[in-house]
């Protein structure tokens, strides 16, 4: 069965330093991948997505992913923390299931960033 | 401005009623989507449509209904069948069917049972 597992539910850092955002998935092909973000009481927010065409990914707001297919990773990162990436984040795979081209979530990762 | 606008944005229900929560998109997508959103558990899907005057089931499909008359238009139906109703709603579209088209989300409904 096809998942997505978030490592962490909790990851704290102080301003200014690394984010890591952990994210393994389970498939029997290489997909495409999504990292969303979500603000408190938001919809979620597009924040990259990998299609195959380079493994190294940059998205908006200076995160970045990489999809490492002997890992089955695709983990989040930044390579300086901002208040203002304090959220929760989200890795979604597709889900081969039916012909819909349904999404599999994980369970999110809540980003706290101290002063 | 194009996007999806999900209403109302905080709504209290009482046990026994039935409650229904709009979502109008105007992107021109082709398919539509319900999530609920509990703290901890990600989105499961309720349901979700990929063409005018069709849906399916998604996980969690028990005690809620839809229509999908128009293309721009998924109204999400609560009713009373449904045991634990409270959570937060998130609306979504897609282009159309494929496995690489990103989701686009609403900012969300969150329903109170009192």
């Known amino acids: 069965a096809q998942s997505v597992t978030q490592l962490d539910s909790h990851v704290s850092v102080s301003e200014g330093t690394p984010v890591l955002l952990r994210c393994n998935y389970s498939?029997?092909?290489?997909?495409?991948l999504f990292w969303y973000v979500q603000h408190p009481n938001k919809g979620l927010q597009l924040l990259l997505k990998?299609?195959?065409?380079?493994?190294l990914v940059k998205g908006i707001n200076g995160f970045e992913a990489e999809f490492k297919k002997s890992e089955t990773s695709f983990h989040l990162t930044k390579p300086s923390a901002h208040m203002s990436d304090a959220a929760e984040y989200f890795c979604v795979a597709p889900s081969v299931r039916g012909s819909q081209g349904n999404l599999i979530f994980g369970k999110g990762t809540k980003l706290s960033v101290k002063p | 401005d194009g996007g999806i606008t999900q209403s109302p944005k905080y709504l209290f229900r009482k046990e026994g009623q039935n409650v229904t929560l709009s979502c109008e998109q105007n992107l021109n997508h082709d398919a539509m989507y319900w999530y609920r959103q509990d703290p901890g558990q990600g989105l499961r899907l309720i349901y979700y449509?990929?063409?005018?005057?069709?849906?399916q089931k998604g996980d969690i499909a028990e005690g809620y209904s839809v229509s999908r008359e128009k293309k721009e238009s998924f109204p999400l139906t609560v009713t009373s069948a449904q045991k634990n109703p409270t959570a937060f709603y998130l609306c979504?579209?897609?282009?159309?069917?494929?496995?690489?088209?990103?989701?686009?989300f609403g900012e969300g409904s969150r329903l109170t049972v009192l």
């Open positions: 498939s029997s092909y290489s997909p495409s």
């Open positions: 979504a579209s897609r282009p159309g069917q494929g496995f690489t088209g990103e989701l686009f």
């Open positions: 449509s990929q063409i005018v005057n069709d849906f």
């Open positions: 990998y299609t195959s065409a380079a493994t």
